[in-house]
């Protein structure tokens, strides 16, 4: 005698609607819902790509108070290379968390980008003395460059993030270590 396993009855399509009887609403779809609204609500305060690593897990804060120019007009020792590296005598460093357009694009409506985009880095290093520091598990880029976070404290203990505010500004993209598709 062979046994066959019973089908589990078809049930009917669920319903959305506030009427629908119980068994019929979905169970997750409003911890899914609130869930969501909360990942949307603090992405942005918990951005990766804006937080500085802890204190233990970082350098100690370098405190830059220098002028800086650009590195391809004027002959300073503190320079803007572009709109997220900059030179501080022989060091090169990039800011993390910001991608910046490249001041030698592929097309003029690029290069004009990067050209706003270096002047206002530019603008942002020269407003005062600011920190920056790394993670200790990170401190290079592939091509040799110094990975620093900057910030400057505001008076009253509020912190302006340099990455923050190159992004809130238009002129650099999110950045976690790899470009975005589709230019």
Known sequence: MRF???????????????????????????????LGVVGLVAWPALDPALLRAPAFLSTEPERVDAFFGRCRVDRTPACVVDGDTLRLGKRRIRIVGIDAPELDGQCPRERELAARSAARLQQLLNAGPFLMSTRLDQQRDRYGRELRSLWRERPGGAEQSIAAEMRSSGLAARYLGRKASGG
């Open 4 to 34: 066959r396993r019973r089908r589990p009855p078809i049930s009917p399509p669920l319903r959305f609607w506030p009427d629908a009887p119980r068994r019929h609403r979905p169970r997750r779809a409003g911890r899914l819902a609130a």
